[in-house]
């Protein structure tokens, strides 16, 4: 019984790994990030006749910025009861049943209580189609940044990915340091980011010139004198 017991703790485990695809969102509606080459992998699985879906920030090579975490998440399914955002809950086909970090159940930590359904607030998904949203209530949580993000959505459900330029299967924002965020998405993202993030380094020919600039003009005060 003891070893039963221990399989299917192992089960609930090693389920979502085992039935996981990836899906690169890398799309980012802000200049600097989308030259970054920070990138969010999500994948999906199915546990206990439930989809779930995972997503994970990772940094790229030209990365300048520390993320501090994702705040929401929008995806975009077939047949999902829910008409819009404020529809997605527990009990609705498509709709979140739980949010946990690391795994989901055993070895991980349940933090469905600081997620919440976003009714459209200050990051509506603009352009995202049928994507319903959850909003993390700590804004200096690390959520998908140092841990894996799962998503346990209610019932059996097909995550859609039409094709549509104005439209993803995945989005996320993702907040940085220094005031900095970002949507980012296996699409087109619409939504407005922050602006700047200032990670841009100057070209080294403009670096050149500023250089020569200053040389020349030191020369010349040189020779007043």
Same mark, same amino acid.
């Given at each position: 019984m003891m070893i039963k017991s221990i399989l299917g703790m192992l089960l609930v485990l090693l389920l979502p790994l085992g039935q996981a695809h990836a899906i690169i969102l890398d799309n980012w509606d802000d200049v600097d990030l989308d030259g970054s080459g920070d990138y969010i992998n999500v994948e999906t699985g199915v546990l206990n006749g439930d989809t779930w879906f995972s997503l994970q920030w990772q940094a790229g090579a030209d990365n300048a910025l520390a993320a501090l975490g994702i705040d929401t998440v929008f995806y975009n399914c077939v047949d999902c009861s829910f008409t819009n955002r404020k529809d997605d809950d527990a009990t609705t086909l498509g709709g979140v049943k739980a949010v946990w970090l690391d795994a989901i159940g055993i070895g991980g930590t349940d933090v469905t209580a600081s997620w919440e359904t976003?009714?459209?607030?200050?990051?509506?998904?603009?352009? =995202?189609?049928? =994507?319903?949203?959850?909003?993390?209530?700590?804004?200096?949580?690390?959520?998908?940044?140092?841990?894996?993000?799962?998503?346990?959505?209610?019932?059996?459900?097909?995550?859609?990915?039409?094709?549509?330029?104005?439209?993803?299967?995945?989005?996320?924002?993702?907040?940085?340091?220094?005031?900095?965020?970002?949507?980012?998405?296996?699409?087109?993202?619409?939504?407005?980011?922050?602006?700047?993030?200032?990670?841009?380094?100057?070209?080294?020919?403009?670096?050149?010139?500023?250089?020569?600039?200053?040389?020349?003009?030191?020369?010349?005060?040189?020779?007043?004198?």
């Open positions: 976003n009714f459209g607030g200050v990051t509506p998904g603009g352009g =995202f189609g049928e =994507f319903s949203s959850r909003k993390g209530l700590d804004s200096a949580g690390t959520d998908g940044i140092d841990n894996v993000l799962y998503f346990l959505l209610n019932g059996s459900v097909i995550f859609e990915d039409n094709g549509d330029p104005n439209s993803s299967t995945f989005a996320a924002h993702v907040r940085y340091e220094d005031d900095c965020s970002g949507w980012v998405s296996d699409g087109n993202t619409q939504e407005a980011g922050s602006g700047s993030c200032g990670m841009t380094v100057p070209e080294p020919s403009i670096m050149w010139l500023l250089g020569s600039g200053l040389l020349i003009m030191g020369f010349a005060k040189r020779k007043k004198a």
